[in-house]
Structures are given as C-alpha cells and as structure tokens.
C-alpha cells in the first residue's frame, strides 16, 4: 500500500504509474465531489488501468464544493486569489506536515538545499489577504534559509537588506510588483535569482511572458527569470529556470487535452489546456483539470501560454448545479 511517504519516493516511471493508480482509487471511493464527478461522467474506477486514462476534477469544482477526503477537520484551509466580483476556490488541507514536506522537496529539487540561500518575497497582494499557500510556504522557506524576509512595499530596505547579504538569493515576487520594482528603481542585482509567480492581479497589463522576462532581466541585470508555478488548489509547485519552460518534481505530472474535449490527451508538443496530477493532493483531489493553456514536451517539461477564455468546457460544469 502507497503511503504519503512513499509519494516523495518515486523515482522511475513505473513508481509513479503504481502510485498514481492506487491514489486515483482511494479518491474516486472517498472523495464525495471527485465520485460523483465520475459517476456523472460513466466512468468506473475499477476499469482504470493506466495513469493517462485517470480523468482529471475541473478544477472550478474547488469554488462549489468541499474537495476533501481527510476524514477529520482539516489543518488550514487555503484559498486562491481572485479579483472583486470572481468567487474563491478552498482547498482543505488536513495535513500541514505533507505540505511542507512537498513544497521542501520540491525546492530542493531544483535549488539544492535551503539553508544555501536567502530567500525576499515581495508578495503584497498575498500578504493583504488570509488563506494564502504561497505566503505559508514562504515563510518557512525563509526560515529554513534563515536570512531573507517578506517586504510589503518598502522597496528601499528590500533592496538595502539584498545588497549587504553575502549569501546567494532569490528574489520571489508577484509579477506586477517585480515590474514596479524594475521601473522605480531597476536596481542591477548580483548573485540573485529573480523568481516571479502569478500575474498581474489586475494591477498592471497583460503582456507576453517573454517581453515581460526582457523588461525584467534588462532592469536587474540577470541573464534569465525563473518562475514557480503553483495554485491554491495544488499541493506542490513546479519551477522554471529560465524561457518559460517549467518541470515537475517526480511525484507530479503535466499533460495537454484539447480544449474543446477534455477527455482527449494531446501529443507532446500540441497546445492545449493542461491537466496536472500532483500525488502529493493525499486528501483532497490529486487529478485536476486547469484553466490554464499551454504545451508539453515529450520530456515532461512544459510552457504556459496564458488561460482559457471561456469555461463552457464539455465536463466543467458536470457539479456546477
């Protein structure tokens, strides 16, 4: 039987096939959303053979109803962010512990270990509201590093505290607040990692990613911008170093369907909406359907290209009654 443990363990295609399977069983019978989703669909769990063949939750589903198959009261509940007028989505989270233990592990993944690095998050709209999975995630990122801090809107000790810090940093920030950073100050940064996450919010324009990764990497003076990819909704993050193209830790997975079917998986490199499975969703749902658009490479690796337009999606609005 898979433990939780287990899911930070796989390390081979057949681990993750075995782990998925049995994750997808226990959540198709104990998460009541997820089952009747599949019910509405026609499809039995038993005849699920392969990890493609797992159908994905849309992940509106999260705003209408309790995802959740943790038995007890959950540890913290946390919620996405939304502009004025857009409803919330909730994911319970019955155990604070698997999270920290996936976003670690996902961190050490990419960046080695924590205690390497200062971590500055200039998160502002985060910080103004509660529920937020960054904000907690980045904070007992900071304090593993042990150096770093979160900053509201006071650029000039952010910038103060970075410049008289010796140890490599990364700079995580809220797209629009890196953008202002970059027009008030474009403050040339050394041995600093520019991570951005999010969008706009509302606050500033839309632009494609790679003229808004030039304005930034013009303005700090670094050869590329990474990003950290994560929801509300999920429970781990993947990251992209550079040109947009992001990769999962072991126990996620990405895959494309056609925007107009959601049933049907695309071929690596076909655009279309992204499904991810993320094992480290234990209590809740592992499988979700996302809103968001983009490709996948053959290796796993995949781009976003921005999100769907409408949501009348065959299958989006089975629960939305």
Avoid at 183 to 202: D, F, I, Q, S, W
Avoid at 274 to 291: K, M, P, V, Y
Wanted: charged share 25%; glycine share 8%.
């Amino acid at each position: 039987m898979v433990t939780p443990d287990d899911i930070f363990r796989i390390a081979d295609e057949a681990a993750f096939e075995t782990a998925a399977l049995e994750v997808f069983r226990r959540q198709a019978a104990a998460c009541p959303p997820y089952r009747e989703y599949l019910a509405r669909i026609g499809i039995r769990p038993e005849e699920i053979c392969t990890a493609d063949a797992i159908p994905c939750l849309p992940i509106e589903l999260f705003k209408t109803h309790d995802v959740y198959c943790g038995g007890g009261e959950p540890e913290a509940v946390f919620t996405s962010s939304a502009t004025t007028g857009m409803s919330f989505s909730r994911h319970p989270m019955r155990s604070l512990g698997l999270y920290e233990q996936a976003f670690r592990a996902s961190f050490r993944t990419f960046y080695g270990e924590q205690a390497r690095w200062s971590l500055y998050a200039l998160l502002p709209n985060y910080l103004r509201r509660k529920g937020s999975s960054l904000i907690y995630m980045a904070d007992r990122l900071i304090a593993d590093c042990g150096s770093g801090g979160f900053y509201l809107d006071d650029y000039d000790a952010l910038l103060r505290a970075m410049r008289d810090d010796p140890k490599p940093k990364i700079l995580l920030g809220v797209s629009y607040a890196l953008w202002e950073l970059a027009e008030r100050y474009a403050p040339k940064l050394e041995n600093t990692v520019v991570m951005e996450t999010g969008g706009m919010k509302g606050y500033r324009e839309e632009i494609p990613k790679a003229e808004f990764h030039k304005i930034l990497c013009d303005a700090f003076g670094v050869g590329e911008i990474h990003s950290e990819y994560g929801m509300a909704e999920l429970t781990s993050q993947a990251y992209s170093q550079g040109g947009n193209v992001f990769r999962c830790p072991a126990w996620m997975r990405v895959r494309a369907r056609d925007v107009n079917d959601p049933f049907d998986l695309l071929p690596a490199g076909t655009r279309g909406g992204l499904n991810i499975t993320d094992l480290a969703s234990w209590w809740s749902c592992a499988f979700i359907q996302t809103q968001d658009v983009g490709r996948v490479a053959a290796d796993g690796a995949f781009e976003i290209e921005g999100r769907i337009d409408h949501s009348d999606i065959r299958g989006c609005n089975l629960l939305v009654q």
